[in-house]
């Protein structure tokens, strides 16, 4: 078994490796001129390393899982989505050293439940409908330390994972009980993650009715969400970073009540439509072999896609300039669609204008 020295420092190297990618990843690099230089190589030099080493504690646990089947897929959850914690962690490029070292290490564990949870519903044989939201309960526990704790299998998958789950929601409600403005964002966490946990048990509704759920789930939210295509909306809900933005603002000393709902309305249904649809945009031939649900398939033709998702790049860019701190925000955004759009997928599925035309969106 690999140590967790080497295990931190293959992420480095790959998420470096990533970052550098392709040519042009690096000239739009370039583009964001020295500030967001120097904000990038303290993510990479500084957030990662430490991310890595949270990983590799986390994957150490879940190597102890006693079933075979679910060890394999935390393992999977965590080897094959380590970008997932590493990029979810960005913000904390911002914060003072021992702030920042606090957010990551609730971020960590946070997003892991999210890997993981993702993994027994998409890829874990045998799981029942009706188990998908049970299991999403471990989110809203890990977020709200005055639930109650529930088992979490109750309706399957019925087998020992030795406390792994649990564990996690410990650790999450240990780290977020410390920061300085958790009762500020409390409820707005919860509120955001119900969403999220309500799109995973309709999106992995049977093939045949999956659409109509989903399609009838924004019909009751409409009126909070107007405007929208439903699939927008349900990409909307599919992105953990309002919960880390959130979290981002209770890790500061001091705190602008005003700012929650400010931050909240950008980044939930904004920046996390943009997320979604853009980790879509970039796998839809994967989901075209598998017959995934694909939220970019949904639009009429690949033209309005690229029309709609570009006008919500715009207008989340504007949200955020309306925040304080607004740089910081955008820096997140900026390097979100930097990642995806210029993926070697997009090359791969010759994308490359519809990639361009995006990146346009951010100036």
Not at 305 to 314: D, F, Q, S, T, Y
């Amino acid at each position: 078994m690999a140590s967790s020295a080497s295990i931190i420092r293959r992420d480095l190297l790959r998420t470096v490796g990533n970052v550098l990618r392709t040519p042009t990843r690096f000239r739009r690099l370039l583009r964001l001129g020295p500030a967001g230089l120097m904000r990038m190589t303290r993510f990479l030099g500084k957030i990662v390393p430490h991310a890595s080493r949270e990983l590799a504690a986390i994957r150490l646990r879940a190597a102890r899982i006693p079933d075979p089947g679910l060890c394999e897929q935390a393992l999977a959850s965590i080897d094959g989505k380590a970008y997932h914690v590493q990029g979810g962690c960005i913000l904390a490029t911002f914060l003072p050293q021992p702030a920042a070292r606090r957010y990551v290490a609730i971020i960590a564990p946070l997003e892991t439940i999210y890997d993981y949870l993702d993994n027994l519903c998409d890829r874990l044989p045998g799981v029942e409908e009706q188990a998908y939201g049970t299991l999403h309960e471990a989110l809203l526990d890990a977020l709200d330390d005055r639930r109650p704790l529930s088992d979490y299998y109750r309706a399957g998958p019925f087998r020992d994972d030795g406390g792994y789950l649990a564990w996690l929601v410990d650790s999450v409600r240990r780290g977020i009980s410390a920061l300085p403005h958790h009762d500020a964002v409390r409820a707005q966490l919860v509120d955001v993650a119900q969403f999220y946990a309500e799109l995973q048990t309709y999106k992995h509704a049977m093939a045949e009715r999956r659409e109509d759920v989903c399609r009838a789930w924004y019909e009751r939210n409409r009126e909070r969400f107007p405007g929208m295509y439903w699939w927008e909306f349900a990409a909307a809900c599919g992105s953990s970073l309002p919960v880390f933005a959130l979290l981002f603002l209770a890790s500061h000393e001091t705190l602008d009540p005003h700012e929650v709902a400010r931050t909240l309305d950008a980044y939930f249904p904004n920046v996390s439509a943009v997320h979604i649809l853009l980790d879509y945009f970039i796998d839809q031939a994967e989901d075209r072999e598998h017959r995934e649900l694909n939220f970019v398939a949904c639009y009429a033709t690949s033209a309005e896609a690229v029309e709609r998702v570009r006008g919500l790049v715009a207008t989340t860019s504007t949200r955020l300039r309306t925040l304080a701190d607004s740089d910081w925000h955008e820096f997140l955004l900026q390097a979100m669609c930097l990642f995806y759009l210029t993926h070697p997928k997009v090359f791969e599925q010759r994308l490359e204008g519809e990639s361009a035309e995006l990146l346009a969106a951010l100036g």
